[in-house]
């Protein structure tokens, strides 16, 4: 039941996800990457070893079916994101078993995976693509807004996990 109850929440975060890319308009959906990282913060909070993971396949493949045109790109780095959160949260030794999880665990966890999937996507469709010209300054405000929103994320997912939802049983 328990595995069940996870992947529940999984979907459900995935889904939040899928509706905060498709339903606003590039740029403002990627002003939406903190709403994401929350979700995939606690989606790794409740499942906990692949929980990010099954959150990121979920959004990624609703979202790409909802964009086909670039697709597999934004599956691979939802997918790539969740493994990512869930990577770091593995790291950083985030473990919501212990009571209350740590501030900075989950703040540098977040960080870490949310300015390295934001590079990574930034390099990808400006060198393999070529959609966006190359640019060192947007590049640097790619990796300052990655790091400012994976930090922030990180904070508003340990302030609701820790004040209401640490005693959720799942």
Partial sequence: MQKISGLIIAALF??????????????????????????????????????????????GALTALARPTLGPFTFLFAFLYG???????FLFKVSPT???ISNKRI???MTF?????????????????NLVPIDPILAGVI??????????????????WNKHLKGIPF
């Avoid at 493994?83 to 949260?89: A, G, I």
């Fill in 83 to 89: 493994v990512l959160v869930d990577v770091f949260f």
């Fill in 107 to 109: 703040m540098s966890a």
């Fill in 14 to 59: 995935g889904s939040i996800i899928f509706v905060t890319k498709v339903f606003f308009t590039s740029p403002i959906d990627k002003l939406m990457i903190a709403v994401q990282a929350v979700l995939l913060c606690l989606s790794a909070l409740f499942v906990k070893k692949v929980g990010a993971t099954y959150a990121g396949i979920i959004g």
């Fill in 98 to 100: 212990a009571g209350l």
């Fill in 143 to 160: 990796l300052f807004t990655g790091t400012a929103s994976g930090a922030a994320a990180g904070f508003a997912a340990a302030y609701l």
């Fill in 113 to 129: 995976s949310t300015a390295i999937i934001g590079l990574l996507s930034y390099y990808v469709t400006a060198v393999a693509v």
